[in-house]
């Protein structure tokens, strides 16, 4: 945990849930309190709890006895009220802390725009091997068994202006893959990705990098419309609209996103 504590990913998530055996939960809720009271944290730090009726009250109760994460991580989330009874045990910690929604079931897809808006909730993250093992479904290289559910949850985080975080990449060895997976994330309107590895930290971070042509372009339309009262105008010999400026604005962002992060 000191270690991924020190990586390049804009969060680095301590698994309380999944990565623990039963067994061993109280040890690493005891751990990752020392490591919490140890590490810089930058913002960056959170901790994946787990499931409410599962053990996420005697997470917090431990880990929120040192430092505080950043941020916690609510898996199996299938309603607003997840959210909800989340944030109510961390105020009884005398904690306020954004929560990160991960949708890895029928019932959170087909709900996943009220866990978006749920107060509390400051992103949704895309879970598709549990969400494949829920249905029954099986997993392929291709997506197209989750492809309805991975756009489900963009569109509501997208609707609750809130970010959306796509699926881990599996095979870490298969940089191709996570390269190609991670532009069509792009391309579907996901503001990140999860890892499971550090080496695939810097490919992620550097395909939502954008290009210095895509830099280029988008400042030549900001200028444009700064210069500008027409609703729509021409750049590049092309005509702008509301729609391309947004993208622009995004692509800005991101720019600045891949700026603070290379600092």
């Given at each position: ?33 020392d ?33 505080h ?14 959210v ?10 005398d ?53 309805y559910a ?42 990140g ?11 992620i971070?550097e ?30 010999g ?17 720019a ?8």
């Open positions: 945990m000191r270690k991924a504590a020190l990586s390049e990913a804009d969060v680095v998530v301590f698994d309380l849930e999944d990565a623990v055996a039963p067994s061993n939960k109280q040890a690493a809720r005891e751990a990752v309190r490591v919490l009271d140890d590490v810089e944290s930058d913002g960056r730090i959170c901790v994946r709890v787990n499931p409410i009726c599962h053990g996420a009250s005697a997470d917090l109760a431990t880990v929120l006895t040192g430092t994460p950043d941020s916690v991580m609510l898996p199996k989330a299938e309603s607003a009220s997840d909800t009874s989340l944030t109510g045990l961390l105020a009884d910690q904690a306020d802390l954004p929560v990160l929604a991960l949708i890895e079931s029928a019932g959170g897809v087909l709900r996943a725009d009220e866990i978006a808006a749920a107060e509390g909730t400051d992103a949704l993250l895309f879970g598709a091997e549990d969400l494949t093992a829920d249905i029954g479904g099986t997993r392929t290289s291709e997506g197209t068994e989750v492809l991975r756009e489900r949850v963009v569109i509501a985080a997208s609707a609750a202006d809130i970010d959306a975080i796509d699926t881990v990449y599996t095979d870490f060895g298969d940089t191709d893959g996570l390269r190609k997976e991670t532009e069509f994330a792009i391309e579907l309107g996901y503001d990705k999860m890892a499971i590895h550090p080496d695939q930290v810097l490919i971070n395909a939502f990098t954008p290009a210095q042509s895509e830099v280029k372009w988008a400042q030549r339309v900001l200028a444009a419309d700064e210069q500008t009262e027409a609703g729509v105008y021409e750049v590049d092309k005509m702008i609209d509301a729609p391309l400026i947004k993208r622009a604005e995004r692509i800005i962002e991101r600045n996103e891949a700026t603070s992060r290379d600092v």
